[in-house]
């Protein structure tokens, strides 16, 4: 069966330092992505990792780890306007070759 | 500007009467899907489409129907909607459903629904 777990919510101070946790159990693997959606608006893309290890972009960084079936976001230098929904999905090789299945997502609140 | 756009972004409708969600790409993109977003259950698929004339379920099709008849075009229709269809409703697509590389999706704006 396919589970995507990620916390539902956390809060973090503006300047520090969050790391949001996804694991996942899934029938196949092709790809773990991170998404951003600020409320009543629209997914966006943030990052993308389909070896293991560290992709690093900016202020965000993904890790992952397959044999453990788990990924984390890093923000650093949060700032307000991080304050947002970020989505783990992870694409499936097999039966539904390609699509993405979605974590529940975590809502994350920067405070000043 | 490459994007998705949906129409309509807001609509209250009442139960039966007949609804159609319209979504367009200009990106030439060969996949599009639908996915609707609820408080507690993150977005779920409804239906996809991987090429012109190429539809498939996802993981929640009851109640809706798609068509694909142009690629750039993948109309949602609500046949006859009922309350539990209220939600905020994705349109989303990608270059292909390519089993490799960053294939990312894009997202529409989304249409909240709201089916009294």
């Known amino acids: 069966g396919q589970n995507i777990d990620q916390p539902t919510e956390m809060t973090a101070t503006e300047g520090a330092i969050v790391q949001i946790n996804c694991t996942y159990q899934t029938s196949g693997f092709n790809g773990l992505f991170w998404y951003q959606q600020h409320a009543g608006e629209a997914p966006t893309f943030l990052s993308y990792?389909?070896?293991?290890g560290l992709e690093e972009k900016g202020r965000f960084s993904s890790f992952l780890s397959r044999s453990k079936g788990y990924s984390y976001l890093l923000l650093k230098e949060l700032q307000m306007k991080d304050s947002a929904s970020y989505l783990c999905a992870v694409r499936e090789r097999g039966g539904s070759q390609g699509n993405l299945i979605f974590g529940k997502g975590t809502k994350l609140s920067v405070k000043p | 500007e490459a994007q998705v756009t949906q129409n309509p972004r807001y609509l209250i409708t009442v139960t039966g009467k007949k609804l159609t969600v319209t979504c367009s790409q200009n990106m030439n993109h060969e996949y599009m899907s639908w996915y609707r977003q609820d408080p507690g259950l993150g977005l779920r698929q409804i239906y996809y489409?991987?090429?012109?004339?190429?539809?498939d379920k996802g993981d929640v099709p009851e109640g809706y129907k798609v068509s694909r008849k142009e690629k750039r075009n993948f109309p949602l229709i609500l046949e006859s909607p009922s309350p539990n269809q209220t939600s905020l409703y994705f349109c989303?697509?990608?270059?292909?459903?390519?089993?490799?590389?960053?294939?990312?999706?894009?997202f529409g704006a989304g249409s909240r629904l709201t089916v009294l």
């Open positions: 989303a697509s990608s270059r292909d459903r390519a089993l490799s590389g960053a294939n990312v999706l894009t």
């Open positions: 489409s991987m090429n012109v004339e190429v539809t």
């Open positions: 990792n389909v070896l293991d």
